[in-house]
C-alpha cells in the first residue's frame, strides 16, 4: 500500500506562483510514476503532470508547471508558476506501480493511490 498527503495549496492571485508538495509512504520506489491530477467543480479529474525519469505535461500547463522528484525524501512538487483562473480546482497527488505503462500515463485509472487532494484558487 501507498499513502500520498498533498500540501501547499491555498489562494493566490492571477499571475502568481504557488508549489504542491506529495509526500508518500509506504511500498514505494523511485520506479513508481507520481503524478498530479486536477479537478475543477462540475467537471471531471484532470492529468495536469507526471514524472518517472522522463516528465510528461498537460498542454495547457507545460511552460508553466514544472514537476520534479526527491527520491531520497520520497516527496514530490508541483512548481505552479505564472497560474490563471483556470488552473483553479483541488489537486491530487497519484501513484502508479512500476509496471504501469508509460503509454497510460495520463489516465486517471492507471493510478490506483491517491491522495486527499489540495485546494488551488486563483483569483483574477
Known amino acids: 500500500q501507498v499513502q500520498l498527503v498533498e500540501s501547499g495549496g491555498g489562494l493566490v492571485q492571477a499571475g502568481g506562483s504557488l508549489r504542491l508538495s506529495c509526500a508518500a509512504s509506504g511500498r514505494t520506489t523511485s520506479n513508481y510514476m507520481m503524478g498530479w491530477f486536477r479537478q475543477a467543480p462540475g467537471k471531471g479529474r484532470e492529468f495536469v503532470a507526471t514524472?518517472?525519469?522522463?516528465?510528461d505535461y498537460a498542454d495547457s500547463v507545460k511552460g508553466r508547471f514544472t514537476i520534479s522528484r526527491d527520491n531520497a525524501k520520497n516527496t514530490v512538487y508541483l512548481q505552479m508558476n505564472s497560474l490563471k483562473a483556470d488552473d483553479t480546482g483541488v489537486y491530487y497527488c497519484a501513484c502508479a506501480a512500476d509496471y504501469t505503462a508509460w503509454a497510460l500515463r495520463r489516465a486517471p485509472n492507471s493510478y490506483p493511490f491517491w491522495g486527499q487532494g489540495t485546494q488551488v484558487t486563483v483569483s483574477s
Open positions: 514524472v518517472r525519469g522522463a516528465t
